[in-house]
């Protein structure tokens, strides 16, 4: 069999000793035509690739009897993307990718996709660094006891919520990024607030309980933490729908909420959307166009939105509610992520908003 790998810039015969000691991948090859084919190998028994919002899951294909097992997937220009290797009885990150995404995940780039500075690259088995300063929340509006952890970046300032926060500790490493940002200068110091998500599909919705808790009684206990904080500014960091929870916030309390940097928000949302057999096909822009369209003045606001190049079926959503934002006063900033609906391709988008929502 002609090795099919040496156009990856992998020589060697497939399954050898030999040929696993020099294997890297993913390894991308150009078409010609602005896209890509990827290999990804596997050893061992048979997998699947499973890939997060933006494939449908692909099988592997076994290179003659040997152990190596492979898949040649055909990518778009400029993509980001999370996956892993599924066999029968459990998930695991790519052995050959030095790029993790917790403990059973990969990241996987396209040579074109742009750089995300500050973003260090972790194994699946490295442990991530943690805000030394935490406290049990337990809420008497939302019911329920969640750890929320607080890091002053830079030595604190300006409060960022980040929402989802468990995901921004665990699997991608953002207290080493946000604190790369402010040392080279690109952010001011922030006092950085990880929220983890509990009931994500309620708490997130359009209701008015997560943020009169927030309000009410999570940001005293983050005042009495100890660690400094500037309660007078508050930016809202969302994605998915905790973007739409972040927008949410912004037009239902003003007072509370200064900036927001929304990734992929989910503005298909109205109530009852999500027992539907496709939520996304309802009024374009859901609740929050519908709110928009009432004029409220969103003068103080500034609020910046990205959502991926590969996610089409969020695009008339997400467009939509970035025109009625600007054109109810709002400060908007607009941009697109080489992504699907993916944390991998938000987290540049994350520390640029961020910072411009400071600004």
Same mark, same amino acid.
């Given at each position: 069999m002609e090795n099919t790998f040496a156009r990856f810039g992998?020589? !060697?015969?497939? !399954?050898?000793?030999?040929? =696993?000691?020099?294997?890297g991948t993913p390894a991308s090859v150009s078409t010609g035509d602005g896209g890509w084919v990827t290999l990804f190998l596997w050893r061992g028994s048979p997998a699947s690739l499973d890939f997060e919002s933006w494939s449908e899951p692909v099988p592997l294909r076994r290179w003659g009897d040997t152990d190596? =097992? $492979?898949?040649?997937?055909?990518?778009?220009?400029?993509?980001?993307?999370? $996956?892993?290797?599924?066999?029968?009885?459990?998930? $695991?990150?790519?052995?050959?990718?030095?790029?993790?995404?917790?403990?059973?995940?990969s990241i996987a780039a396209t040579p074109d996709a742009p750089a995300q500075p500050? =973003?260090?690259?972790?194994?699946?088995?490295?442990? #991530?660094? #943690?805000?030394?300063?935490?406290?049990? =929340?337990?809420?008497?509006?939302?019911?329920?006891?969640?750890? *929320?952890r607080v890091h002053p970046a830079g030595g604190g300032g300006p409060m960022v919520l980040l929402l989802d926060g468990d995901d921004w500790l665990y699997l991608h490493p953002a207290v080493t990024?946000?604190?790369?940002?402010?040392?080279? !200068?690109?952010?001011?110091?922030?006092? #950085?607030?990880f929220l983890p998500a509990q009931a994500r599909a309620a708490e997130f919705g359009c209701r008015p309980e997560l943020w009169e808790a927030i309000r009410d009684e999570l940001l005293p206990l983050v005042a009495e933490s100890g660690v400094p904080a500037d309660r007078d500014?508050?930016?809202?960091?969302?994605?998915?729908?905790?973007?739409?929870s972040a927008m949410y916030a912004a037009l239902e309390f003003p007072d509370l909420v200064s900036g927001v940097a929304c990734q992929s928000g989910s503005f298909w949302w109205t109530p009852g959307a999500m027992d539907l057999a496709d939520p996304m096909g309802g009024p374009v822009g859901g609740a929050i166009a519908a709110r928009l369209r009432e004029r409220p003045d969103l003068s103080g606001l500034r609020v910046a939105f990205d959502v991926g190049e590969h +996610?089409?079926?969020?695009?008339?959503?997400?467009?939509? *509610? +970035?025109? #009625?934002?600007?054109?109810?006063?709002?400060? *908007?900033?607009?941009?697109?992520?080489?992504?699907?609906h993916d944390r991998a391709g938000w987290r540049h988008a994350l520390l640029r908003d961020v910072a411009w929502a400071l600004a």
């Open positions: 992998l020589p !060697g015969e497939p !399954g050898t000793d030999g040929f =696993w000691a020099a294997a190596c =097992w $492979y898949a040649e997937v055909a990518m778009p220009a400029r993509l980001r993307v999370t $996956y892993r290797f599924r066999t029968d009885d459990a998930a $695991y990150a790519d052995p050959f990718n030095p790029v993790g995404a917790g403990g059973d995940r500050h =973003w260090p690259a972790v194994g699946a088995a490295d442990v #991530l660094p #943690l805000p030394r300063t935490r406290f049990r =929340w337990t809420s008497d509006r939302l019911g329920g006891r969640r750890t *929320v990024a946000f604190d790369a940002a402010v040392a080279h !200068g690109e952010m001011p110091a922030v006092t #950085l607030v500014r508050l930016v809202v960091a969302g994605q998915s729908l905790g973007g739409l +996610e089409p079926r969020m695009l008339p959503h997400c467009e939509l *509610v +970035e025109t #009625l934002a600007e054109q109810a006063g709002a400060t *908007v900033r607009v941009s697109r992520s080489a992504s699907g």
